[in-house]
């Protein structure tokens, strides 16, 4: 078998939260399996230090994917100025930490918005440029809270359960085209601003590491390579997963 299956020369990827986190991540090893990445995102500042870091194949947008009504000329501008989309991640997301009972109407909306229903109304107009070419990859960013239930995050976990059911829904509708529909469920990966928040609670983190089954966090390029994968023509037959990268974390008891 040649390693070419699992090249990404030639490929355009749209990464939404695309500077920063994971989704930097999955920016970096897109670029190294050869594609030419477009990250976007709101915060310009992070963009273009991310884009230097990234360097020639990387181009940035700043854009809101709560600004529903400016999705289809953004999508149109990448498609006729840079070229086609290849490949979608849907790594934007916004997180709320509070109690249920402490969270408001306003608070769930709010996550649901940018997590969920936002992912959405980006997809479609993606898709709607894939389903006529009958080719492309669309990959969510899921999360353990939308595996199992995890305390003081009842809107993020509800969002993100939500993307497997979209998953679901659009593989019974986008396979015939050729348009797979994958999703990756990162564990508990390496942050600064992960690994500050676990270490003022120490309760929190022996809970988690507890609860993984191998014996350290995971990395960013543990999910940039995932998706470079699921991206890929070595995954050419794979639609419709939910693919965990947490060391166990979803299986160990």
Same mark, same amino acid.
């Given at each position: 078998m040649s390693l070419d299956v699992f090249s990404l020369k030639g490929k355009i990827a749209l990464v939404t939260g695309g500077g920063t986190g994971i989704g930097l991540g999955i920016s970096k090893a897109f670029i190294q399996a050869g594609a030419i990445v477009i990250i976007t995102g709101r915060r310009e500042t992070m963009l273009k230090e991310a884009a230097t870091e990234l360097g020639e194949h990387c181009k940035y947008f700043v854009n809101d994917v709560t600004?529903?009504? $400016?999705?289809?000329?953004? &999508?149109?501008?990448?498609?006729?100025?840079? $070229?086609? =989309?290849?490949?979608?991640?849907?790594?934007?997301?916004?997180?709320?930490?509070?109690?249920?009972?402490?969270?408001?109407?306003?608070?769930?909306?709010?996550?649901?918005?940018?997590?969920? =229903?936002?992912?959405?109304?980006?997809?479609?107009?993606?898709?709607?440029?894939?389903?006529?070419?009958?080719? $492309?990859? =669309?990959?969510? =960013?899921g999360s353990m809270a939308g595996l199992f239930g995890v305390d003081r995050v009842v809107a993020y976990g509800v969002s993100k359960t939500a993307i497997t059911g979209l998953v679901n829904a659009l593989v019974t509708e986008y396979s015939k085209s050729n348009v797979r529909v994958n999703a990756i469920a990162p564990g508990w990966i390496e942050s600064n601003m992960f690994l500050n928040a676990i270490n003022k609670d120490e309760k929190r983190k022996k809970q988690i590491t507890n609860r993984i089954a191998m014996d350290h966090f995971g990395k960013v390029e543990d999910i940039g390579n995932a998706?470079?994968?699921? $991206?890929?023509?070595?995954?050419?037959? &794979?639609?419709g997963v939910i693919l965990p990268v947490d060391g166990g974390a979803t299986v160990n008891f």
């Open positions: 600004n529903r009504k $400016g999705i289809p000329d953004f &999508i149109s501008h990448i498609e006729t100025q840079i $070229g086609a =989309i290849d490949i979608l991640v849907n790594n934007a997301g916004i997180h709320h930490k509070a109690w249920a009972q402490d969270t408001t109407d306003e608070d769930f909306e709010r996550v649901l918005q940018t997590n969920l =229903i936002s992912v959405f109304s980006l997809t479609r107009e993606c898709a709607k440029y894939m389903l006529n070419r009958k080719s $492309g990859s =669309i990959i969510m =960013i998706a470079v994968f699921l $991206g890929s023509d070595a995954a050419k037959y &794979i639609t």
